[in-house]
């Protein structure tokens, strides 16, 4: 375990040995006893509840430099030293999405040393572990938009937020349950994935199909036939995109399955419809093209 999760993690397992303890010297309380074992016992609780609290406020004190850490991991923004932008995801989304998956893991006992101690800023529900988690998510969303916004490319923008958004879904997803409001959390942000897809596919393959499905279509010069339109912007596209990166596995299957079906079927159908006998790429060879794309 990464520091300074380690001390955290530390911090609770005493929290939650003094709170056994104490459980079973008030259930001590219900047994007839001496008056004087009694009083041992409740000097005992005394003492345990003032460790109680002194542990609790370190577990207060630690959980809020973790949090000021976390809010200040990429405001050295790398647009800076990289102007183009990186569809790779942000050192602040793991950071984030690990102290959540942290949290998430130690619920019960997070959720008891917090519950008497945090005030939600922005988002009040029941739990205050569940309005902690949310602001941060709340947080890292706006963060990784603002990130976003100089890349000069939409397509490479969209892409970024797509495997951020992604990366941000997948660590809710667990053998730990979260809580409803975490789940209604994680199912927002799975729609919002889809959107990104969405958004994706329309500012960086729409025009492509414009090329052959809309034979007035200026996408590379009025006076250049359809089919060398839309072979030039593929190639256009393509030696881009290879070098942009999408590292989940899974993520990178879905994106370049439905690119495919989003180009091949129309490629086919303009080749089949104008008798094209020897395109400058059959459609085998642009579907291996696009098996391709996102390995960075």
């Known amino acids: 375990m990464l520091p300074p999760y380690a001390k955290l993690y530390n911090q609770l397992a005493v929290h939650d040995a003094l709170s056994e303890a104490s459980d079973k010297i008030l259930t001590m309380f219900d047994s ?51 102007p183009q932008g990186s569809s790779d995801i942000h050192k602040i989304t793991r950071s984030v999405m690990t102290y959540i998956r942290f949290l ?19 988002i009040e529900i029941d ?12 947080f890292l969303q706006e963060k990784i938009a603002n990130i976003s916004e100089p890349f000069p490319d ?61 034979p007035t279509s200026h996408c590379l010069g009025e006076n250049s036939s359809s089919l060398y339109k839309f072979e030039s912007e593929f190639q256009k596209i393509y030696t881009s995109q290879k070098e942009w990166k999408v590292p989940d596995p899974e993520l990178r299957r879905r994106l370049r399955e439905v690119i ?8 086919i159908e303009y080749i089949e419809d104008n008798k094209v006998t020897h395109p400058k790429i059959s459609p085998q060879e642009l579907e291996v093209m696009l098996q391709e794309l996102f390995e960075g």
């Open 104 to 122: 998430l893991s130690n619920y019960p006992s997070v959720d008891a040393v917090i519950r008497a101690k945090y005030v939600p800023h922005i």
């Open 260 to 267: 495919t079906d989003k180009i091949i079927p129309g490629y």
């Open 127 to 138: 739990s205050p572990l569940d309005s902690m988690i949310m602001e941060m998510v709340s």
């Open 32 to 82: 007839p006893t001496s008056v004087e074992a009694q009083r041992i016992d409740n000097d005992m609780a005394i003492l345990l509840s003032a460790y109680k609290s002194k542990v609790g406020k370190a577990i207060k004190s630690t959980m809020e430099k973790i949090r000021v850490m976390l809010t200040g991991v990429g405001d050295d923004s790398s647009s800076s030293l990289n």
């Open 154 to 214: 939409q397509g490479l923008r969209f892409l970024f937020l797509l495997n951020n958004s992604y990366h941000i879904q997948q660590r809710f997803h667990s053998r730990y349950y979260p809580p409803e409001p975490i789940a209604l959390l994680a199912d927002d942000i799975s729609h919002k994935t889809k959107g990104y897809v969405e958004r994706y596919l329309q500012v960086s393959w729409a025009l492509l199909l414009t090329c052959l499905l809309n």
